[in-house]
């Protein structure tokens, strides 16, 4: 028989992971087991194990022990017929290990706690193997088997019936998820048990006397001002409470970048005093440079097709009226671009000129339903007409 190539790459990690979790303990208290009940040793170690387990001899002899000493045997097992073959042909060992493990099925072990024909048969999982026969084991006792046993003893439901006295005592107990009494009394809870209390239910007399004296740092500080108009403690500090006189007077002489410049410009127009704010039109435009006034930016618009025409000043703004259409191409002027919707569906009723706005209300919602629906349906109008007209009479029938 042609031996079985070894596991490579990925297989080799996950064939090296599971016999990882192979058990010695585990697999000495099944083999004390077996020899317990049949007196065949299957030796020591996973390689050994397999080697003794794998023509499934001692398996189905294991098994047929156990239907033998079992009175509450369940119904499953009492049609089962347990034999083996001892045949050295791989196909009747592996039958061995069939019959073993419907016989242990039926014995009452769960199909996810059996393992694989090939897991013994190829060595692939030998931790499966003896967890296998720990649970039938543990099946032996639940069926209250006469002899020895192994495995973990078996799980019984055990539910619990409370009465409404015990359930009712439960109800004065306040969970963590709402909080906790242990520093603070329920007063002024107003809506109910686990309602939110409110940060207002906390009195301001509750805190400490010692921390009013010091104002945080949301509060602002107090190492340059005084405290005049605070009306509160924690109350909000206003710009306007800074007096102007209490900054350092070198200090007036000098605008700061905020406030603007004045480069190129006098203090002209500053009618608000020291802080306000610089408006553009304070800016005089006879102080530019002459050459750049016969230059219009691109802020401002281009002339490239359109004259100067309507520009009242040098830096107003252009409006687009300015721009007369005559000027434009006069092929551009049959189409309608997608800023301004689309035609496909609609007429051009209610443009009252070229470049006008086309208000949303101007296109009928039900009309462009309506043309949609007919263009799914591949009808023309008249058709449509007459679909439409036979549905409305389907609708009055009913």
């Not at 398996?59 to 009175?71: A, F, N």
């Not at 290990?97 to 242990?104: D, H, M, P, W």
């Not at 016969?294 to 002339?303: D, K, R, T, V």
Request: hydrophobic fraction near 35%; include cysteine; charged fraction near 25%.
């Amino acid at each position: 028989m042609a031996e079985r190539m070894k596991p490579m790459g990925m297989d080799r990690a996950l064939s090296s992971k599971m016999g990882a979790k192979y058990d010695p303990a585990a697999e000495a208290e099944v083999r004390n087991w077996i020899k317990q009940l049949i007196g065949e040793d299957i030796g020591d170690g996973a390689m050994n194990v397999e080697k003794n387990l794998r023509d499934g001899v001692i398996l189905i002899k294991l098994l047929q022990k156990l239907y033998e000493g079992t009175s509450n045997l369940p119904n499953k097992a009492r049609t089962m017929k347990l034999s083996y073959n001892t045949m050295n042909a791989p196909f009747k060992q592996m039958e061995n290990i069939e019959v073993f493990l419907k016989g242990a099925n039926a014995y009452g072990v769960p199909l996810n706690s059996l393992f694989q024909t090939v897991d013994l048969y190829e060595g692939r999982n030998m931790a499966m193997v003896v967890a296998t026969i720990l649970q039938l084991g543990t099946e032996a006792q639940r069926n209250s088997y006469n002899g020895p046993t192994c495995g973990s003893k078996p799980v019984e439901k055990h539910q619990v019936q409370f009465s409404y006295e015990q359930l009712k005592n439960s109800h004065g107990v306040i969970g963590l998820q709402s909080g906790t009494n242990k520093f603070a009394s329920q007063k002024g809870m107003r809506g109910g048990f686990g309602a939110v209390r409110h940060i207002s239910d906390i009195r301001a007399d509750d805190l400490s006397r010692d921390g009013q004296d010091n104002i945080g740092l949301q509060a602002g500080s107090n190492k340059f001002a005084s405290q005049k108009g605070m009306t509160g403690f924690g109350a909000v500090r206003h710009i306007a409470d800074i007096r102007a006189d209490d900054f350092n007077k070198e200090s007036s002489t000098d605008i700061s970048l905020q406030s603007g410049t004045n480069k190129f410009a006098s203090q002209k127009g500053m009618r608000g005093g020291f802080g306000a704010v610089r408006h553009i039109s304070d800016i005089r435009a006879d102080q530019y440079s002459e050459e750049g006034k016969s230059f219009i930016n691109l802020q401002a618009g281009s002339n490239q097709f359109a004259s100067q025409k309507g520009m009242t000043g040098f830096g107003a703004v252009r409006h687009i009226a300015d721009i007369r259409a005559d000027d434009l191409d006069r092929e551009a002027a049959s189409t309608v671009s997608l800023q301004y919707g689309t035609n496909q569906f609609d007429s051009q009723a209610g443009m009252r000129g070229f470049g006008a706005q086309r208000h949303v209300s101007d296109i009928k919602v039900n009309d462009l339903a309506e043309q949609l629906r007919m263009q799914q349906m591949g009808v023309t109008p008249q058709q449509y007409t007459q679909i439409k007209r036979e549905e409305e009479e389907a609708e009055n029938d009913m």
